[in-house]
């Protein structure tokens, strides 16, 4: 696709329910990042990737929260026992292998609501 | 802990003036910025950047200015258009690390006819 595919646009789950979250990625791109934007905040990073590893989930809030990306392209964040604080929406984006930022391209996120 | 700040949460400015959107950072380390904009139901799309080895970078009606010593830094539009109403983002990023951006809380703008 043109651009970084995100699904589904809008869950609703009830507390206690695991969620997981889809990121297509643009073709060839080798960085993707997880982010959650809460109501009326920035995006705070959750998670990087490199290809296929996991470089980075310092921001990943709880041990109920997972990500991975097993063969380097499509990615899934897996949200367990979900809670009420884990209402967001979660934005993943991918980069080419060079660049800075201005490379990061951004899904349309998947707005999370936890009842 | 707010490493990036935006202090104002919106802006109304009159179409055809000047929006000056403004940033301001605590962490030394950070020395590359950025500048993000987004519509709703959309994700955030790059605008403008700036290493912290300059302190200006103009891109047609957008301007970035980098004051380091004051930790802050400031997007100019002109002429401000309908089209730029959205909320703007400012983001920052240590070069050393090059994982994961930083986030203010970002501000409204509305351009007004």
């Known amino acids: 696709g043109a651009g970084v595919s995100q699904s589904p646009r809008y869950k609703v789950a009830k507390r206690g329910q695991d969620v997981a979250l889809r990121c297509d990625p643009i073709?060839?791109?080798?960085?993707l990042f997880w982010y959650q934007q809460a109501l009326g905040q920035g995006p705070e990073f959750l998670t990087y990737?490199?290809?296929?590893?996991?470089?980075?989930k310092s921001g990943l809030p709880s041990d109920r929260f997972f990500a991975e990306r097993p063969e380097g392209s499509v990615s899934t964040l897996k949200i367990q026992r979900t809670q009420q604080e884990d209402s967001a929406v979660y934005l993943c984006?991918?980069?080419?292998?060079?660049?800075?930022?201005?490379?990061?391209?951004f899904g349309s996120g998947t707005q999370l609501s936890v009842l | 802990d707010q490493q990036v700040k935006q202090n104002s949460p919106s802006l109304s400015v009159q179409e055809g003036r000047i929006s000056i959107l403004n940033c301001d950072y605590t962490?030394?380390?950070?020395?590359?910025f950025l500048w993000y904009k987004k519509y709703p139901a959309e994700g955030p799309t790059f605008l403008i950047s700036?290493?912290?080895?300059?302190d200006k970078n103009e891109d047609g009606r957008f301007t970035v200015f980098l004051n380091k010593s004051a930790k802050h830094l400031s997007l100019h539009i002109v002429p401000s258009q309908p089209g730029d109403s959205a909320v703007y983002f400012c983001?920052?990023?240590?070069?050393?690390?090059?994982?994961?951006?930083?986030f203010g809380t970002g501000t409204r703008l509305q351009v007004t006819l």
């Open positions: 073709s060839g791109h080798v960085s």
């Open positions: 700036i290493s912290s080895i300059k």
């Open positions: 984006a991918s980069s080419p292998p060079v660049g800075l930022g201005e490379k990061l391209f």
């Open positions: 990737f490199q290809n296929e590893a996991q470089l980075d």
């Open positions: 962490n030394s380390m950070f020395d590359y």
């Open positions: 983001a920052a990023l240590n070069t050393g690390t090059a994982s994961k951006l930083t």
